[in-house]
């Protein structure tokens, strides 16, 4: 056993790692760089950087510097004070938190609204083409958009409609958590922002409200309920397609932040410039994006590697759907020989992250 354990620890050695140090870091590659008098706008509470910051240009990506806490307003002018949430809420479970406020002016409402609400928040290249004189000029930039694609009222939850100014509201809540999810998610292109609001009802002129973002973590125990289409491969421990094996360590699903050891068999591997070990994280709607991969000899390949890829911490958690969207995030573990001049052989297997 420990002679086996440090041949593989040589092969492991051998191989040429290239790990990602942050998901959104892949995305912040193609910067941020604003488009001259292009901005973008999103509804509230998440308008608090309306304007240059939502635009820029071309290939670019915005939207992967910013957090939904940076875009969250978290009051209105007649209101002081937050929404406390205290940390630990998953996808099925509890939201627990706690409205401290008090009136800087006097709020007359016609009802109040307690709710949890689901933002998408996502990137959209804009396009718009003018004359000038014969010729027409396009012009082409990234914006960030939002739309809300969850609305959970809490009717139980009694907030007062009016209040004088120095009145102050200090109330526990309770609310559920989205009953399948999807979490609180950064895609780099894509975001998904869960928020808790109380929201005032002005007869006339804007609403008063205050607001908070929910981080909402993925359920392990979601994972293995087999609700969702995850694959045949994607928790089993040990995994072989005809010669081919690809097992990992630990059993998913894999934490983000933690190792995920893979190791790997192809015994008729020969020839070749080499092969490679690749995790890639693949978002229905958006680019696959490779975020860890190891380059090692054919040879090695062949009596079976041991591969380590640090999985970012801020890599993004397996969940299906946002209404409207079809927003999905899959992982898999690709194996390929590289073969001038010819097709490369490849096998894959997919793996749960979250």
């Known amino acids: 056993m420990r002679r086996r354990w440090r041949a593989s620890l040589l092969q492991l050695l051998r191989a040429v790692l290239h790990v990602a140090n942050s998901f959104l870091d892949l995305w912040r590659a193609a910067g941020r760089e604003r488009h001259p008098g292009k901005t973008g706008s999103l509804p509230a509470p998440l308008d608090r950087l309306n304007g240059e910051a939502l635009a820029a240009r071309d290939g670019a990506h915005p939207l992967a510097f910013l957090t939904g806490a940076e875009l969250l307003t978290p009051c209105t002018d007649a209101l002081s004070g937050s929404i406390e949430v205290t940390p630990g809420s998953l996808v099925g479970g509890e939201i627990h938190a706690r409205l401290r406020v008090r009136a800087t002016k006097e709020i007359k409402a016609r009802g109040t609204r307690v709710s949890v609400k689901g933002h998408l928040v996502r990137e959209v290249t804009q396009m718009q083409t003018q004359k000038n004189g014969d010729q027409e000029i396009t012009t082409t930039w990234v914006e960030v958009l939002a739309s809300e694609f969850a609305n959970v009222p809490l009717m139980e939850i ?3 409609a009016t209040l004088a100014p120095g009145d102050e509201i200090d109330l526990k809540i309770l609310a559920p958590a989205p009953k399948l999810g999807p979490p609180s998610v950064h895609l ?8 808790l609001q109380v929201e005032w009802d002005i007869a006339v002129g804007g609403d008063e409200r205050v607001a908070a973002v929910i981080n909402v973590a993925q359920n ?11 694959g045949p491969s994607a928790m089993m421990a040990a995994w072989s397609e005809g010669e081919v094996s690809m097992d990992v360590e630990p059993a998913p699903p894999i934490a983000p932040g933690s190792a995920l050891q893979v190791n790997v068999r192809w015994p008729s591997a020969s020839g070749g410039r080499g092969a490679r070990v690749e995790l ?16 090692l000899q054919t040879s090695d390949l062949a009596k079976g590697s041991l591969v380590t890829f640090e999985i970012p911490s801020d890599a993004p958690p397996v969940f299906d759907g946002v209404k409207g969207a079809q927003l999905t995030v899959r992982y898999r573990i690709r194996v390929l020989i590289d073969r001038p001049m010819r097709s490369d052989l490849a096998a894959e ?5 979250g």
């Open 280 to 295: 890639y994280v693949d978002v229905k709607m958006a680019p696959d994006v490779r975020i860890a991969a190891a380059e």
């Open 220 to 230: 392990p125990d979601l994972l293995r309920s087999g609700v969702m289409s995850l």
């Open 188 to 195: 780099g292109a894509y975001m998904v922002v869960w928020t």
């Open 158 to 160: 009694a907030v007062p």
């Open 349 to 353: 297997r997919n793996v749960v992250i």
